[in-house]
T-cell receptor, first 113, second 111 residues
Framework: DAGVIQSPRHEVTEMGQEVTLRCKPI?????LFWYRQTMMRGLELLIY????????DSGMPEDRFSAKMPNASFSTLKIQPSEPRDSAVYFC???????????FGPGTRLLVL | ELKVEQNPLFLSMQEGKNYTIYCNYS?????LYWYRQDPGKSLESLFV?????AVKQEGRLMASLDTKARLSTLHITAAVHDLSATYFC???????????FGAGTILRVKS
């Protein structure tokens, strides 16, 4: 298996623009997670899905952030409008069950100017 | 609010030496995970600890979990340069694999 796939790997955009991050989980994994990593706040869980259904979005910073999982093999995290403070590395991860380890994708490095 | 505290946050050690990284957490949980992250890279799973007293070993790394003390340790034996990385512990606070990560321990092994 290719592992968790994320795109783009790098994104530079200007404040106010819409940003869409994409994730393909490992085939057969029922759980999908979106994280954000910054120097100041570390690794934070934004939202997670079970069988394509959002279970907990309490980590989503504000209404500018939204996430969808239209099918078992694809998820998006959208920021609209983007702000400089959104600059971070965004990781997608997936796991087979609730107790097994999460496998992380390579991440998307987002810079909002 | 759950707190996951790692110490030390930075560890510089000589090759061949032993050391332990500690992970304390503030709420009841019996699932704890250790990850490794190399600079600019993603997170790699090291250990999954699912019960009190669980001990896992892989190479020069050994992890243990004491749920009563709310403490996990990652022990490094005879460190080598390749172990240089940032190590994170993560605690599952909710039935459903919702992880809260510690701040990470930056390990530098000097030749």
């Amino acid at each position: 298996d290719a592992g968790v796939i994320q795109s783009p790997r790098h994104e530079v955009t200007e404040m106010g623009q819409e940003v869409t991050l994409r994730c393909k989980p490992i085939s057969g994994h029922d759980y999908l997670f979106w994280y954000r990593q910054t120097m100041m706040r570390g690794l934070e869980l934004l939202i997670y899905f079970n069988n394509n259904v959002p279970i907990d979005d309490s980590g989503m910073p504000e209404d500018r952030f939204s996430a969808k999982m239209p099918n078992a093999s694809f998820s998006t995290l959208k920021i609209q409008p983007s702000e400089p403070r959104d600059s971070a590395v965004y990781f997608c991860a997936s796991s087979l069950t609730y107790w097994e380890t999460q496998y992380f994708g390579p991440g998307t490095r987002l810079l909002v100017l | 609010e759950l707190k996951v505290e790692q110490n030390p946050l930075f560890l510089s050690m000589q090759e061949g030496k032993n050391y332990t990284i500690y992970c304390n957490y503030s709420t009841t949980s019996d699932r704890l995970y250790w990850y490794r992250q190399d600079p600019g890279k993603s997170l790699e799973s090291l250990f999954v600890l699912l019960s009190n007293g669980a001990v896992k070993q892989e190479g020069r790394l050994m992890a243990s979990l004491d749920t009563k003390a709310r403490l996990s340790t990652l022990h490094i034996t005879a460190a080598v340069h390749d172990l240089s990385a940032t190590y994170f512990c993560a605690v599952d606070i909710q039935y459903g694999n919702k992880l809260v990560f510690g701040a990470g321990t930056i390990l530098r092994v000097k030749s």
